[in-house]
């Protein structure tokens, strides 16, 4: 613990995403972009306008989401600022 | 954007704050494997054990099943959703 | 807020509390789905369940014509020990208000 060289905690860089779009990666063929509201220390989160994306065998639906709280159990990577596809 | 720590922007929702503002609306609950339950929040804890109301369960986004009351273990729960979704299918 | 009934619904265990001694139906993973009484359950939803049940749902895919076929197995258990990592929901029988 006492020699974490990074100059950022993981939760403070998330703390710092609160307010703006964020893509969440979820272990399985499952990824969701939306603007974080908040997250505890499990990393469930509040996200708002939420596009949710699944790849399935018939190809990839998307669906549209208001105000989601999303389990923290099975999320694989964050990554601030949205995704870089065109919505 | 504000640095270390600090959240007062006033629009911050914890997942606390969101489940307390839930209880008794519409809700959508979908789970890892996929299938989604529409229906009436009755309550939840902090395992994000659900009992709902007026229960439909949904296969695939075809109705499959419905249940007075219904309690889903929270171990499966990939979100809760407050609204009514609009489906799309990509490309 | 004072005066919640016996009967009221104020955290999801509370549901399966309610359902002692009543027929419910229980989802478990790998489509596997039981009717039974419910003896006793614990926090973690382990149950025991009497008169049950139980239905397997698989789908075969054939392979000459790729038709998914789905077969539905049926049992019957006078009594038995459900595990509660495996269950997905429960459903108490309908209760008329």
């Known amino acids: 613990m006492a020699?974490?060289?990074?100059?950022?905690?993981?939760?403070?860089?998330?703390?710092?995403?609160?307010?703006?779009?964020?893509?969440?990666?979820?272990?399985?063929d499952k990824e969701l972009v939306g603007t974080l509201r908040g997250f505890d220390v499990y990393v469930n989160m509040v996200l708002e306008d939420v596009t949710e994306y699944e790849i399935t065998p018939?190809?990839?639906?998307i669906t549209k989401l208001d105000q989601i709280l999303l389990n923290g159990n099975n999320i694989a990577i964050l990554v601030p600022g949205g995704s870089p596809e065109p919505e | 954007m504000s640095g270390g720590g600090e959240k007062g922007t006033g629009t911050t929702k914890t997942p606390a704050d969101f489940l307390k503002s839930i209880r008794g609306r519409?809700?959508?609950?979908?789970?890892?494997?996929?299938?989604?339950?529409?229906?009436?929040?009755?309550?939840?804890?902090?395992?994000?054990?659900?009992?709902?109301?007026?229960?439909?369960?949904?296969?695939?986004?075809?109705?499959?099943?419905?249940?007075?009351?219904?309690?889903?273990?929270?171990?499966?729960?990939?979100?809760?959703?407050?609204?009514?979704?609009?489906?799309?299918?990509?490309? | 807020m004072a005066s919640e009934e016996?009967?009221?619904v104020k955290e999801p265990l509370d549901l399966i509390r309610l359902s002692l001694d009543e027929r419910i139906y229980v989802k478990l993973r790998s489509?596997?789905?039981?009717?039974?009484?419910?003896?006793?359950?614990?926090q973690h939803l382990n149950m025991i369940l009497g008169d049950v049940e139980e239905v397997v749902t698989s789908i075969e895919i054939d392979d000459e014509t790729?038709?998914?076929?789905?077969?539905?197995?049926?049992r019957n258990v006078p009594f038995l020990f459900v595990r509660g990592d495996g269950v997905i929901l429960v459903s108490p029988p309908l209760r008329t208000a």
Not at chain 2, 59 to 68: A, I, T
Not at chain 2, 73 to 88: D, E, F, K, Q
């Open chain 1, 58 to 61: 018939e190809g990839r639906r």
């Open chain 3, 6 to 8: 016996e009967s009221a």
């Open chain 3, 31 to 42: 489509d596997r789905e039981l009717r039974g009484k419910l003896h006793a359950y614990d």
């Open chain 3, 66 to 74: 790729y038709e998914e076929i789905v077969r539905t197995t049926k």
């Open chain 2, 26 to 91: 519409p809700v959508v609950v979908k789970l890892n494997s996929g299938v989604d339950y529409r229906g009436i929040l009755a309550c939840l804890d902090g395992y994000m054990n659900i009992a709902m109301e007026q229960t439909e369960e949904y296969v695939n986004g075809q109705l499959k099943n419905k249940y007075g009351d219904a309690f889903i273990r929270g171990n499966n729960v990939l979100y809760i959703s407050t609204t009514r979704r609009n489906l799309a299918d990509g490309a």
């Open chain 1, 3 to 28: 020699n974490n060289p990074s100059q950022l905690l993981p939760s403070e860089l998330i703390d710092r995403c609160i307010g703006s779009k964020i893509w969440v990666i979820m272990k399985g």
